[in-house]
């Protein structure tokens, strides 16, 4: 009889976890791109609620697609654990890249000069990329643990 237990490819959660924190931290320039004075007047509520609530959702289904792929069947409860990893790291990285904004300076000092409207609208603009480095991060640690935690088989 064949052990039915399976782990899932290091190399495929990997790439999970470098797909959640790259579409999660560029979903905040895209915001901002399509939504500029709503991301300007209210950055906490997409640092503390909108991306948390969106990583929660990807990190769900790429769990869900690990799971499925090498299992051929889901685990609801271990599937919701897993994905509530990454919103969990998403809330902490924001949380301290907010409140402490020295943080964000060797990000922001990266770029000097945007192409903006106004300077003040340059410095909104690289305060996003400072973000975003730490939104990726998060990402890429929450979405590493949360397929660690889906990726045997039921």
Known sequence: ???????????????????????????????????????????????????????????????????????????????????????LFIFLFSGLSYFLPFLRSPVTQLFTELPQESPEDAKFAREIWGYCFYIFWAGLYGQTLASGMVSACP
């Open 1 to 87: 009889m064949a052990d039915k237990t399976k782990t899932a490819d290091l190399s495929v959660r990997a790439l999970f976890s470098l797909v959640q924190g790259a579409l999660i931290a560029m979903s905040l320039p895209l915001f901002y791109a399509f939504l500029p004075d709503s991301v300007r007047n209210m950055t906490a509520m997409y640092l503390f609620l909108i991306l948390p609530i969106l990583s929660f959702l990807t990190s769900l289904f790429l769990n869900w697609f690990l799971q499925y792929m090498y299992c051929g069947a889901v685990s609801v409860g271990t599937l919701s654990i897993g994905a509530s990893m990454s919103p």
